[in-house]
């Protein structure tokens, strides 16, 4: 049974950071991919940063570039995303996902995290 479960969302000022989780397991293989995703309310799922577990490269969505970083730790199956230099339009329920064949995960994975919220005023 696969699980994804995220923490370390929370309420930020602007310019503020967080750090956010997701442990996964129940995973057969140790190599697949892991992202978030950020959705707002009445907006479309987007795609924010991703990582292949194996070769641990990344993917990242341009409005984030430069500001957030993903990372892995094997050992722990989990991936952390830090969210630097945040601004209010990175307020949003953030989902943790993960894909056996696609990386940044497709938007049809059965796998996903409960998602947990941040909010930049």
């Known amino acids: 049974h696969v699980q994804l479960v995220e923490s370390g969302g929370g309420s930020v000022q602007a310019g503020g950071s967080l750090r956010l989780s997701c442990a996964a397991s129940?995973?057969?293989?140790?190599?697949?991919?892991m992202g978030w995703f950020r959705q707002d309310p009445g907006k479309g799922r987007e795609g924010v940063a991703a990582i292949y577990t194996g070769s641990g490269s990344t993917h990242y969505a341009d409005s984030v570039k430069g500001r957030f970083t993903i990372s892995r730790d094997n050992a722990k199956n989990t991936v952390y995303l830090l969210m630097n230099s945040l601004k209010p339009d990175d307020t949003a329920m953030y989902y943790c996902a993960a894909d056996h064949g696609s990386c940044p995960p497709s938007r049809n994975t059965g796998y996903w995290g409960q998602g947990t919220q941040v909010t930049v005023s």
């Open positions: 129940g995973f057969t293989g140790r190599r697949f991919c």
